[in-house]
């Protein structure tokens, strides 16, 4: 299962981005689109809209998050919303800045 879903992970992003995987411009792509989503996220939390405005920080945060991923492991990122367990294939260790308390 883990091997159908990397090729339909691939073909969906080529239909997006190109037929080539062009790592700098799959980073760019991320950013850019993070970066419309914080202007958003921004907009909805000035109008009081505090559930929207969380939702599209999260969005934010995944974006970026799948960008670092590319950069990190010079794939395409998983198609998953989980910010965990993106960092845990991206290998980024949370461990030492999980303790809020």
């Given amino acids: 299962m883990e091997n159908s879903y990397l090729c339909l992970n691939e ?7 190109d ?23 921004i907009d909805l939390y000035q109008t009081k809209n505090n559930n929207w ?18 950069k990190i492991k010079g794939d395409y990122p998983p198609m998953i919303h ?8 991206a290998d980024i260790n949370l461990a030492c800045h999980s303790k809020f308390y």
């Fill in 11 to 17: 073909i969906v992003y080529q239909y997006y981005m």
């Fill in 53 to 70: 405005a969380l939702f599209m920080g999260h969005l934010v945060i995944e974006k970026l998050l799948k960008a670092l991923y590319v």
């Fill in 82 to 89: 989980d910010l965990r367990r993106l960092c845990e294939k």
């Fill in 19 to 41: 037929d080539t995987f062009d790592k700098n411009r799959l980073i760019q792509h991320w950013i850019e689109s993070s970066e419309n989503d914080f202007k958003a996220m």
